[in-house]
């Protein structure tokens, strides 16, 4: 079976960049998507909780031009809508978000779904229900989302790790100084929010954190 076009960048990708605007340093979401671009990130999701609905399009449209033009894999967090009406390559699905298999039905089996994951049973079931890749966290703590769980711990990285074949991202509360950890478990793909959309210079922080990835290859 071929992969999806989308699926096949998250696989290849190491860092995978979240938009939060609020943490953005007054740059905007398309902005950071631009420069994470130009670091060399190939897969970036789109999260906003507090936006109107339009203006979330509009915003999506744009980052979606910038992604399509890269060949970077975009994914909207949440709404399945906003993902079909901007042509994103998929979606991402809390716990409490629309059934996975009932977003199926909707975008298609072309479209990505991710689900967000947080204990070993919400693991099994979506490889089960045939997501095409799932979040693991929150590793360690994070104030990023309002509504997030207590941090799981990288105990349940190692259950998926040994127990889940699905492709998969560590996410939650990930920085340059604990990234290193985090890949011993055997993560290869790493979901970073504040540490990158809240630098600076984020060329730099993507060279950074590469750096360390590397260093724990050798």
Known sequence: MAIKKGLAGLLEADLYGITAEEY???RS???VAERMITAGIRVIQYREKEKKPR?????CLKIRELTRMAGVTFIINDHP?????V???GVHLGQDDLPPEKVRELVGEEMIIGLSTHSPAQALEAARIGVDYIGVGPIFATRTKKDVCDPVGL??????????DLPFVAIGGIKEHNIAEVSKRGARCFALVTEIVGSEDIGAKVGALRAILRRKEV
């Open 55 to 59: 203006e979330k399009y509009l915003e």
């Open 81 to 85: 809508d906003l993902a079909l009406l």
């Open 155 to 164: 105990e349940y990285l190692d259950f998926v790790v040994k127990n889940i």
């Open 87 to 89: 042509g994103a390559d």
């Open 24 to 26: 953005s340093l007054g």
């Open 29 to 31: 979401n398309a902005e």
